[in-house]
C-alpha cells in the first residue's frame, strides 16, 4: 500500500523558511516524478514545483521560482521542499504527489498525478 506523509508545515513570519518533507512508502521513490501542490481556502489547488524521476530535472511555478527549492533523497524514500523568502500569500496546504513515468506526465498539472499525501498546513503571517 503507498503512503506519502508529509511534514514540516508551521507558522512562520513573513521573510522566513520552512522545509517540508514527504516520506514515501510502498513503493520506490526513484522509479516517479514528484511533485509539490498548494491549495489555499477558497482557491483551486496549484502546482508548485516538480522533479522528473529520470534526470532530476526541476520546474517551478512562476510565484516560487528563486525563492522554493525541491529535492528528492532516494534512499531516504523522501522528498523535500524548501521554502525561503515565505511571503502571507504562501499560506495553504501543501501537498506532495507521485506519478509514473508509464502514464501522460505534466509537471504542474495535478491530474496526472497518482498517489497523493494528506497534506501539511503552512501559515505565514506576522
Known amino acids: 500500500q503507498v503512503q506519502l506523509v508529509e511534514s514540516g508545515g508551521g507558522l512562520v513570519q513573513p521573510g522566513g523558511s520552512l522545509r517540508l518533507s514527504c516520506a514515501a512508502s510502498?513503493?520506490?521513490?526513484?522509479?516517479?516524478?514528484i511533485g509539490w501542490f498548494r491549495q489555499a481556502p477558497g482557491k483551486g489547488r496549484e502546482g508548485v514545483s516538480c522533479m522528473d524521476a529520470e534526470h532530476s530535472v526541476a520546474n517551478y511555478s512562476d510565484s516560487v521560482k528563486g525563492r522554493f527549492t525541491i529535492s528528492r533523497d532516494n534512499a531516504k524514500s523522501t522528498v523535500y521542499l524548501e521554502m525561503n523568502a515565505l511571503k502571507p500569500e504562501d499560506t495553504a496546504v501543501y501537498y506532495c504527489a507521485f506519478a509514473s513515468p508509464q502514464f501522460y506526465w505534466r509537471c504542474l498539472m495535478s491530474a496526472t498525478y497518482t498517489y497523493w499525501g494528506l497534506g501539511t498546513q503552512v501559515t505565514v503571517s506576522s
Open positions: 510502498g513503493l520506490t521513490l526513484d522509479s516517479y516524478h
